[in-house]
């Protein structure tokens, strides 16, 4: 995206003058003020003198100019209107092109320092730094040279700095901290063709592992181990980026960190964001205090919606996410509404709050980056930006933590391989509507052997996929060979070997859509040009298959941002409690009248 306040650091906007050497309103030649109409004695002393005025003053010519305009007829007085008029027409000229003059040195300098002003906000750090150059992964070009957009947005519990302390408490003992953990986790993914998006949540209580890390800004470092996703921050936001990308094998190409404070500015800065809850709830741990009903939170009380995890579903983080979900797509749909974006004060607000809130990597460190991404995010349709939460599972070992669910490894694929999962219409896809057929049974990888056949013109595709299979744990006597020229790639199957082939596809980033079912025995996948390089299909831009779509979504909780009238499902569980007390928390809401309302 073109940009035309991105100019070289240090200096004003190309063509435009520095204050210091702003051109200055000219003064009066031969006095110490420009005379003001019908002021004759300034015009006498320091005027210049008319044609043929010798002597200056208001003798000489201009006498004998008023001598002989009187003596043509009595034209004097026409001809002075006239003159006059001339006079008033160029001193007014020139005023207009002095004041043009300094408001477009004035206006080009404000606009120059308010940009320079905006890059100074911005803190930024490496995506990759004390991890590994490929500890986030890359993105595949579709066939038209065009990459999809992944960036990991994270809400931060830090409490570095004095405010953060105040709005999110904890500080008592031990003052302001010096890290935080990741307690909101999105990854936004923008398609190739920006024609849709998916926001998928991963709940902060998911069990993963950590790879090796080392902040390069605290030496904080750690040899790996297993634990909550949103400790990983503890390491720096490269290492929340690795953890992230090994679990889904999503390529994740910039980060957003947003803290406490930020929440509360960027939220006042819009003017509040419309939110919907399902009844009266109070929970006690975040102070949340909302009626049944549409509220417009600013501030804290935006904050308070955010952090609400005991107040909405079963009181997991589970429930948090799906009101995040909530709250972000009212703040989705104001920003696009008339008048958000085209309002000068709204803007320098917003602008001024989220480059100060936000820490991003060097990637998005610039204004005129932070630009084109939201130029990049305003042309996706609300209808088609799908919220989604990873499904997850209870831990065995842990019945406060949760594991990577059913279909999760689906939904990582479709978002992966660029798969949209709205229609062009903007409701679900057909696929998630639709009744699947039984699923074959899952048979394992290392049960499974595959034939591996190039038909593309890049050699050696045949054999690298081979070989990335029999890493994954395929049978060893899975082979490699050459086919017919192709377009497609294909995975064909024998009979009764359906679920042999989804083991295969499932480890390759293949849709469903490319299997079909033959005649002979054995599992043989034609590699076709839509393939040309890497061991994992790169998709299209396209919809996914009625299968993918269906598994993807299943328990994912789906909803499109241009739903407007969502509202937060409030817990019927007695997840806060008073004095002691466990209660709903509408309960809570009834035993609290004296406690303010959010929106107050």
Known sequence: MSDPWDRPAGGPPEGRVPYDRAPQPPGPRGGSHDAGPGDRGSRARGGDPDPGDSGGGISGGRAAARAAAHGRGGSRRRGGSRAKRRSGGRRFLRIAAITVSLLVVVTAGAGWWFYQHLNGNITSVSLTNGVGKDSAGKEKADAFGRTPINILVMGSDGRTSTEDCKLGGGCAKTGVQSGGNADVEMVLHISADRSNATVMSIPRDTEVDVPACTDPKTGAKTAGYHGMINSALAYGQACQVATVHQLTNIPIDHFIQVDFSGVVSMSDAVGGVPVCVSGDVYDTYSHLKLSKGTHTLKGVGALEFLRSRHGFGDGSDLGRTYAQHAFLSSLIRKFKSAGTLTNPEAVYKLANAATKALTVDTGLGSVKKLIGLADDVNKVPSKRITFTTMQTAPDPSDSNRVV?????????????????????????????????????????????????????????????????????????????????????????????QKGQAQTAAKALGLPSSHLKQGTAAGVTLVIGSDWSSGTSFPGGSGTASAGDTKTALANAHPETADKSSSCAEVSTYKTVEINGVPMTPGQAYAASPGKKDSDD
């Open 404 to 496: 990577v669910g059913a279909g999760a490894q689906t939904l990582f694929s479709t978002i992966a391989g660029d798969q949209a999962l709205t229609t062009a219409g903007g409701g679900k896809s057909a696929a998630a509507k639709a009744t699947a057929s039984p699923s074959a049974t899952a048979v394992p990888a290392s049960q499974v052997t595959v034939s591996v056949r190039n038909g593309t013109t890049v050699g050696g595709r045949a054999g690298d996929i081979a070989g990335a299979l029999v890493k994954k744990g395929f049978d060893p006597a899975t082979s490699s060979g050459n086919a017919d020229a192709t377009a497609t790639t294909t995975l064909t199957y024998g009979p009764g």
